[in-house]
């Protein structure tokens, strides 16, 4: 994660400016924007060979991504591995995980999808349910953040963390009449 100033200065990904988070972060873990630095960055370690196979999405608070790493075939099998497919859900402030809490922290960074392969990008949308067309917001593609199995392709409800509605302010001076 990196935020941009717009200073119209470039950020250095590979110097002391980005904060190392790959050994873990907690919900009390200090933002590194709060430290002065430029952003975070982990290394993925689920296992040799594993990258990021999706793009990214980030919702909530939350950045969600889809990562794939290869598994060898055991000896005999009569079919292929596709590989070990996994979906995170990291703080979009400190990298701590929220796969596996409705919470913006204190999870796991990542769950394994049922069937491997190569799982679609998360995406996002509101779509009308129900008789009254109330208004629902969806998750396709992100890790199950309740708990038990993900699937690559399974929805899932989320609910923002914050609210969606905005108000409108008025001010004015005497002079701007």
């Excluded at 975070?40 to 794939?68: R, Y």
């Excluded at 949308?125 to 129900?130: D, E, H, I, N």
């Amino acid at each position: 994660m990196v935020m941009d100033e717009f200073s119209g200065t470039s950020v250095d990904l590979d110097s002391s400016s980005m904060d190392d988070l790959t050994s873990g972060s907690t919900c009390s873990t200090a933002s590194p924007l709060a430290t002065g630095k430029s952003g975070w960055f982990i290394d993925l370690n689920n296992g040799t060979g594993e990258q990021v196979v999706t793009s990214s999405t980030i919702f909530a608070g939350l950045i969600f991504l889809s990562t794939n790493r290869p598994v060898p075939t055991p000896v005999g099998a009569c079919a292929n591995n596709l590989g070990e497919a996994r979906g995170y859900a990291l703080n979009l402030l400190n990298a701590s995980g929220a796969a596996d809490t409705l919470n913006v922290c204190g999870g796991s960074r990542s769950s394994v999808f049922v069937g491997g392969g190569l799982p679609p990008s998360p995406v996002t949308g509101t779509v009308p349910v129900g008789p009254g067309g109330q208004p629902v917001t969806v998750m396709i593609g992100g890790v199950q953040r309740t708990g038990g199995a993900s699937s690559p392709i399974g929805a899932q409800r989320v609910t923002p963390s914050i609210t969606q509605r905005r108000t409108r302010t008025y001010w004015y001076t005497d002079g701007d009449k």
